[in-house]
C-alpha cells in the first residue's frame, strides 16, 4: 500500500529564523486566545528550565505564540491553566490512544500504586506484557524492557554491531530515533523544527560510523552497501517516517531493504515506536507483511507512562546481559506501573473493531482537511494509516525528506495558532505526524473539519 503525501520544510535553514520571527509577531497580535496563565508559567520556567521546556518542540519556536500550559487530560481532550477545552491531536506524542486519563488504565494503576510504583527487583508484569508484545508482533521471539524510546534505539544499534561484529550502519534522512549521538546526523523531529542538521557536543568519530541513505530510495542504499562491502552492521528505518511529517514508505522498499539486508549479511531494524500497536496491532510489519530482524518499540506499550523496548529474534537477543556479552541495564526497566499501564492498554486495543473504527475516522480527518484547504485555494495532500496520519501544503508528491524539504512551510504557523484558538490542538510543528485515538468522536472529527475550512479561509491562498 502506498500514499502519495509530502511535508512542511521549504525553507532554507538561514531564513527559517526570520519567517518565524515574523509568524510569532503576527500571530501573537491577532491572538483572541486567553493565555495569562500559560505565559506566567513559561516566563518563571525560561529561568528554570532550558527554553523552558524538557522537550523543544514543546517550545512553539517553529509556529508562532507561547505555548500553551495543560492542566489536565481526558477521552480526546485537553485542557490548559487558563480553561481552554481542545481536541487534542497529540495524544502525548502517540501514547494516548485509547484515551487520555482512560479510566479502565486509570483503575488498574491505582491497585498497582497500593502494591508499590517501582520494585528494582523482576515482577510477573514484565512477564504478562512481554508475552503480550511478542504475541502481536510477528518478529519478536524476545524483549528487553527500557524507559524511553531513545534508550531502545541506542541499545538495538549495540546489539546489531555485536551480533554482526561489524561497526557501521545505515538511517535514512529526516528519520529520527532519539537524541543518541550516533542518531543526531540528518535526523527528523525537533532537530529538524529547530534548523539543526546536527548537534554541538556530537564527536565526529561517534557519528562517522553513521550512513545516511534516502527514504523510500532502495538505490541509495546499495550504493552505501556497495561502497562498504562486509562492514554494515544493519539498516534502521521509521516503517512509516512521522518525524519529518507523515511519510509511509513503497512495498517495493520496504521488501528491497529485507532483501538487501539478507544478502548482504545485515540486520534490518524497524523503529516502531511510533508505529507500534498503532497503525495495526502488529504494528508496521503487521501492516506491511514485512518480518524485520530486530525492531524498538515505546509510547503505547506504556499506556501514557515512560517506558521503550527493544527485541527481536532469539539467537540475537540472547546476546543481550546476562544472557550474552551486551551490557544494558536500567534501574526503573520494566517499572510496575508502566507495565501494567501497557497490558490494559494492549488488552483495550486488542477489543474488536478497535482498529476499524481508528481507520475510520482517521482517514475521514485526514481526507476532510485536505478538501478544507483544496476549497479554500491552497495546494494540499495528504494521508492516514489507522490512527495516524498527516496534510501538507504541496501539490508535489514526496517520498522523502528531501523532497518534504523542498515544500512551504509557510502557511504552517497561521493554521496551526487558527487551529489553536478554535479549540484544535496540533502538534507544534510541520515535521511531525497526527494521532488520533479511540476517544475521539464522529463529533471531533466534524468540528476539526469545519475548524480548518474557517482558518484555511483566512490564510491566503496560492
Avoid at 503525501?5 to 526570520?18: K, L, Y
Avoid at 516503517?239 to 517495493?252: A, D, H, Q, R, Y
Avoid at 531493504?257 to 515506536?273: K, N, S
Wanted: contains cysteine; glycine residues 12%.
Amino acid at each position: 500500500m502506498a500514499f502519495v503525501v509530502s511535508g512542511f520544510a521549504g525553507e532554507p535553514v538561514r531564513t527559517r529564523a526570520s519567517r518565524r520571527t515574523q509568524g510569532v509577531s503576527m500571530v501573537a497580535a491577532e491572538s483572541s486566545l486567553k493565555t495569562d496563565e500559560s505565559a506566567r508559567i513559561m516566563k518563571e520556567a525560561q529561568d528554570l528550565m532550558p527554553g523552558g521546556v524538557n522537550s523543544p518542540v514543546r517550545a512553539f519556536k517553529s509556529v508562532g505564540g507561547g505555548p500553551v500550559v495543560f492542566d489536565r487530560v481526558k477521552g480526546s481532550k485537553a485542557y490548559d491553566v487558563d480553561g481552554n477545552e481542545y481536541i487534542d491531536y497529540i495524544g502525548s506524542w502517540g501514547p494516548a490512544i485509547v484515551g487520555a486519563a482512560n479510566e479502565e488504565v486509570n483503575e488498574a494503576l491505582v491497585k498497582q500504586i497500593e502494591k508499590g510504583t517501582s520494585f528494582g527487583a523482576p515482577c510477573e508484569l514484565e512477564n504478562q506484557l512481554a508475552q503480550d508484545v511478542i504475541d502481536a508482533v510477528p518478529s519478536l521471539e524476545m524483549v528487553r524492557f527500557v524507559n524511553s524510546g531513545t534508550e531502545a534505539c541506542l541499545s538495538v544499534i549495540r546489539v546489531m554491531r555485536a551480533f554482526t561484529g561489524r561497526q557501521k550502519f545505515i538511517k535514512f534522512s529526516g528519520c529520527y530515533h532519539g537524541h543518541a549521538d550516533m542518531y543526531l546526523v540528518q535526523a527528523g523531529s525537533g532537530v529538524l523544527t529547530l534548523g539543526l542538521p546536527d548537534s554541538p557536543g556530537v564527536p565526529k568519530e561517534t557519528t562517522a560510523p553513521t550512513l545516511v541513505a534516502k527514504y523510500n530510495d532502495l538505490d541509495s542504499v546499495k550504493a552505501i552497501f556497495e561502497a562498504n562491502k562486509d562492514e554494515i552492521a544493519g539498516v534502521i528505518l521509521e516503517p512509516v517516517v512521522g518525524n519529518s511529517g507523515f511519510i509511509p514508505p513503497t512495498m517495493e522498499f520496504l521488501q528491497g531493504l529485507r532483501d538487501l539486508c539478507t544478502a548482504e549479511g545485515a540486520l534490518l531494524c524497524f523503529d516502531e515506536v511510533m508505529t507500534g500497536f498503532r497503525i495495526s496491532y502488529a504494528g508496521a510489519q503487521g501492516h506491511f507483511g514485512i518480518k524485520p530482524d530486530m525492531s524498538t518499540f515505546g509510547k503505547v506499550i506504556g499506556g501514557g507512562l515512560p517506558v521503550g523496548a527493544y527485541g527481536g529474534r532469539r539467537d540475537i537477543m540472547e546476546m543481550v546481559a546476562p544472557a550474552g556479552p551486551v551490557y544494558q541495564a536500567g534501574t526503573l526497566s520494566g517499572n510496575p506501573l508502566a507495565m501494567t499501564a501497557g497490558l490494559k492498554t494492549l488488552e483495550i486495543l486488542r477489543r474488536p473493531g478497535s482498529y476499524e473504527y481508528l481507520d475510520k475516522i482517521t482517514s475521514r480527518l485526514a481526507a476532510g482537511m485536505v478538501d478544507a484547504a483544496k476549497d479554500a485555494g491552497h495546494d494540499a495532500v495528504g494521508g492516514s494509516i489507522s490512527a495516524m496520519y498527516g496534510m501538507y501544503f504541496t501539490k508535489d508528491p514526496v517520498h522523502n525528506f528531501e523532497q518534504a524539504s523542498q515544500s512551504d512551510m509557510k502557511k504552517f504557523a497561521p493554521f496551526h495558532r487558527g487551529m489553536l484558538e478554535s479549540g484544535i490542538y496540533l502538534a507544534p510543528s510541520g515535521y511531525e505526524a497526527g494521532f488520533t485515538g479511540l476517544a475521539h468522536t464522529e463529533e471531533d472529527i466534524d468540528k476539526t473539519i469545519e475548524a480548518a475550512r474557517k482558518v484555511l479561509s483566512t490564510i491566503p491562498p496560492n
